[in-house]
């Protein structure tokens, strides 16, 4: 447990072979010495109903000498046993915890809330090297190797330059004892030795990192145990240089080191971060053996030392789209001299190895159901799919939806309002500030108000507000603000030939004007159009699920964003904030090599949609701009919500009230920015 | 032809992939475009009794426009064919001509006598690569190599690290067509992409480079050719350190940076010397994308940065002793920085890589023969054995057969004496120095003497001379000499207890005294002493041949060294001398992969002895102290000189004749000093 997987073997096995030929991985450093304590298990005592067996402690061997003496000097924790020398005695139902604790690591609560089952590139094998002998001349690191392949059945080690002239001291300074670190992830390769100690060492780590245009966020986990043992962000220093991606890219493109400017700029956050986790956690950098990076195809090829300029402008190239393998060294990021690295597939020009890690993530190709994944930023990555068959395409939402563009737009901070609902009645919002738990309407939320301020609109808030705006009857369908309203309430005011709505007036105003609106439409409408352009790629017209990555997926109201017609119709319960899917991925793909040649294949079988070259995108554009849609129904949403009534099209035509169209050149410079 | 390999194939079959299917390695860069020149043929005409057919330039295809195209441009010599146009319409001999110049490379006589069948770790690959494509958005590099797959057959090509940021900017330079260096060396392992340029690439060079303790040579040669582009040798800087190995791994010892200082001095070598070959033969360094290295273990150590401390007292550790395989960036060589750098295998911490090659190029393991390979140094490493079995040991000679430690020795230099004769009856000598062709008793010889003086005597003249003074009687069996001689001639002269031989009376008096005569016979003992040891060891009691290699068994007349017993009796037409056989080695390697996998599997079987550590050493050693020896028959030699009748000897006991046993310590200093 928890794998269930069963088997018959003969008594007097070590519970760790039995574990091992089913398939089940149980860690294990020392190689059965009983010394790492890597490989504890438990006994689940009782009867077992859907086994038909009774299991007991009675039903595995006593410990034994080597048991105690870890006891003595580790410490084992009660009902733990060491599977490398507890043998099988008769029937046992074996737990293998996911929580195995050694060396005193600091434990936190994890970032993700899934267990991700290891096989990680980099194992840890201890070994007895034999002295060297007059008579048999093998050379130190070839008598090494000689034990690696006897004991742990590594034949034909490569071994990494820098270790060469290293080996012959380690090998002294353990008295003929190391534990060599081995890497093995390429199936085509031979596995190769990226670092050796003396004597038994037990511990090794990875770091899973997404670096974003705005956030570079890492995980540092075990190897060993697959705990996350820190995981922390910073920002991405990348933005002196300009705050979204295009504006990097013209930087790159105006100054002669201005890739190298940014590709320094990035790789030394990602060594700060690493420093950060690593001081977190309580850990050396240099057992940090591993790395897997996602991030978009900018700042993916600019983590590489890639120009991206060619990712600036038709026809999107990337200049490498496969998984990259290299070498920490090779990219100074102060961790282990022989840890590697491995990047993600990027799907598309637009459509990076940020959104395979989501896919990786959240496994649309694993399952029947038609799934939808949404990666909000100021480029929308999205995916759409099952196991028969995946499409993907990116679509330049711009930053309406993180603040920008907005006249009361901000970015999400204390203070920056985040919730708001409006009365249909009397047209009067409440809403909830960053930092404050209390209602606008609450008794106490002044005080916390005068603390905090009320100094803006955050992204979630502006999707809440437009929607309830529609849903109170402020907004029509096409996103007019109806000045008749000002009648009814002063909160409707004109301005020049527009009207606005007053949500809040404090030190600062606080309005919802027309051309606020308009962004909102727009951007929600380029998401709405290039999921749409995939729906249609796969000839589907709903979709089962919905999940909404990145961290404005994980603060929008799932129902709000309906409302708008951000998103399909679905059922609400469908519909999941997923957090940091890309940085899961990448952390899946750290503990789990085989998770590695998953997102490889399915990378290479996903579809790519280029959505400015779909004649039918300027239409569905069109079509999203109205509230929640021109065309399409939304039954599951209007049973969980009183929509206001449609207005009557004629033939779809969009009329006078229609915003204006965007040309494609408009849209394309959107494009560039993000 | 040359290969001699034969098959019938479908009239319209173009020749190369004839040759290909026969497994005959023909270069082709162009991938049969008709544009690299690199597959040149040529038909044999005429009736072939042996092959039963009749070969005509009939019965091959006419040029075609892409060969008229090809002579046009770049000429085609007169009777040549590009053997991937050409094709095949009746019986043909086809010659694969081993000199196909491309490019007008400088032309130099072959630093080496054989011709070495290629099938080079690295090869060039020209494609054309589909162009970006925002409906299929595979990157650059992934297009590359699907093209690399398509057209080479290259699958799952991996990359090199620093080529990554530069294959968009090499695609678009190229317009799309690129030339790819592949290095496949490793079976087990994924060819990776080391160099790329843009456009048609048509050259590709290794080195092959020998690092002894006292010279460094190297050769230049094409990788698609086989063509010695340039040889040259240089001193190896690291004599400032120390003359002799041993005085070197002391500096390692006793300076804390001592390590890297010899380490940079001898890779600051490797590469100036790679300039000066590459100057010389005209070619880019950065076409320079491989390279095979040899030396001793002490040499090879440092070389890789290794502390070679380990090699300078028993057991003799080597850090390494498998093939390494690394890259040339990592070692600052000034070639390409994907070149890859391969270093034969050592046989034992006395018996290098050095000797590895040799016995890759003189081949024992290759024949029925039992081949005596000899490379004498200051430590000589001796090999014996043929297919069944081969035995490998080293063998303190110490620096005698330099000069060292002889009263008149010198290096091999200008006015350095190099040949002695010296008459039975009369007991004067004749002698040749180095840089006059005249004896000193011809005409003109004092002339020449007066312009290059008579400095000393070099290495082989004292094997010679030493000869020559037993042939004439004036020394005996046992190497005394005869002091009552002193009634005959002058030249034999008392000094103190013992007496000396006057070879020369001029500005400097040049002697050989008993003291000389004893360290050449100290010398020659250990060296056959060691021969003995691995005689024994495959019980035979002859050799059919015998390989002197290095600068010392280039010079010295096989004869001589057979009077002296320093090797074994042996027909004298099977002694040869076979000059920097190391370094012939290297080439191969570098020419020719499979040579890599021949040599590993090689010194895998080689069975090393540690003539330290044999009890029947001594009693060798102490029979090898005689003239030529104090057991073992001579009847090859006596049947071609005529040899001082034998002293009888009393059950082999020494007698007080016999010169000073030498005791292990005093042995092992001078095994330390080599």
Redo the contacts between chains.
Sequence with gaps: MPSGKRGRFPVGTPVLDAARSLGVYVESVCGGRATCGRCQVEVQEGHFAKHKIVSSNDHISARGAKEERYDRVRGLPEGRRLSCSATIQGDLVIDVPQDTVVNAQVVRKSAIDRIIERNPAVQLCYVEVD????????????RL?VMLDRDWGFD?L?VS??L??Q???ILRKGSWAVTAAIHRD?E???PNIIALWPGLHNEAYGIACDIGSTTIAMHLVSLLSGRIVASSGMQNPQIRFGEDLMSRVSYVMMNPDGRAQLTKAVRDAVTELTRKVCAEGGVDPNNVLDAVIVGNPIMHHLF????PT?LGQ?????????S????AS?LGLGINTGARIYMLP????HVGADAAGATLSEGPHRQDRMMLLVDVGTNAEIVLGNRNRIVAASSPTGPAFEGAEISAGQRAAPGAIERVRIDPATLEPRFKIIGSDLWSDEPGFDADAETLGITGICGSAIIEVVAEMFLSGIISEDGVIDGALAARSPRIRQTGRTHSYLLHQGKQEISVTQNDVRAIQLAKSALYAGVKLLMEKLGVDHVDTISLAGAFGSFIDPKYAMVLGLIPDCDLSEVKAVGNAAGTGALMALLNRDYRREIEKTVHRIE?I?T??EPRFQQHFVNAMALPNKVDAFPHLAAAVTLPARATTVDGATGDSTPRRRSREERDARRNRN
Tied chains: 1, 2.
């Excluded at 002295?131 to 070839?142: A, F, T, V």
């Excluded at 590489?304 to 120009?307: C, R």
């Excluded at 038709?314 to 496969?322: I, M, R």
Aim: hydrophobic share 40%; glycine share 10%; net charge negative.
């Design positions: 002295e060297p002998d007059m008579h048999k001349p093998l050379g130190d690191l070839d190797k034909n490569l330059q820098y060469i002239p080996v012959q001291g390429l085509a390769s031979r590489l030392g890639i120009d060619e038709a026809p999107f190239a990337l200049a490498v789209s496969g990259v393998h290299t070498w090779d990027c799907i598309a020009g790519k280029e400015a070259l």
